[in-house]
């Protein structure tokens, strides 16, 4: 699992591309968002989980927010609804899975926490 608040952070990240299919960015913040775009321009398949009914609530109105999704969905690759809630991790020595509140489970080889 991984954080995105430095340079270094954001190295790390890069370097844990190698070798992932899958990806888990929790949250829906600007940094969240190009996160996802960034590991999705690398091939890695993104699922977005956050509990916004839409990509960059906090950051603009609902309505900014459902165009930015409409563009750019193919980018950003979500499968989960805007609505999901993570409720834990699961994994030993790594993060191989999410949990979502509703029961869904998502496996992942990289999970990236995005922060403001």
């Known amino acids: 699992m991984f ?3 430095s340079w270094s952070d954001c190295d790390a990240v890069i370097a844990a591309v190698a070798g992932a299919a899958r990806a888990i960015v ?3 913040s600007f940094i969240a ?3 996802a775009a960034a590991l999705r321009e690398r091939g890695l398949e993104v699922t977005v989980v956050a509990p916004d009914e839409t990509p960059l609530a906090a950051a603009a109105r609902a309505r900014g927010g459902r165009a930015a999704a409409g563009a750019s969905r193919g980018a950003w690759a979500c499968a989960s609804p805007w609505d999901a809630r993570f409720a834990r991790f699961e994994g030993d020595q ?3 899975a999410a ?3 509703d029961g ?3 496996e ?3 999970v990236v926490v995005g922060s403001a």
Do not use: H, N, S, Y
């Open 104 to 106: 869904r489970r998502l």
């Open 26 to 28: 929790i949250g829906a």
């Open 33 to 35: 968002m190009e996160t």
């Open 99 to 101: 949990q979502l509140d």
């Open 3 to 5: 954080t995105l608040r």
């Open 108 to 110: 992942a080889d990289l």
């Open 94 to 96: 790594r993060v191989r």
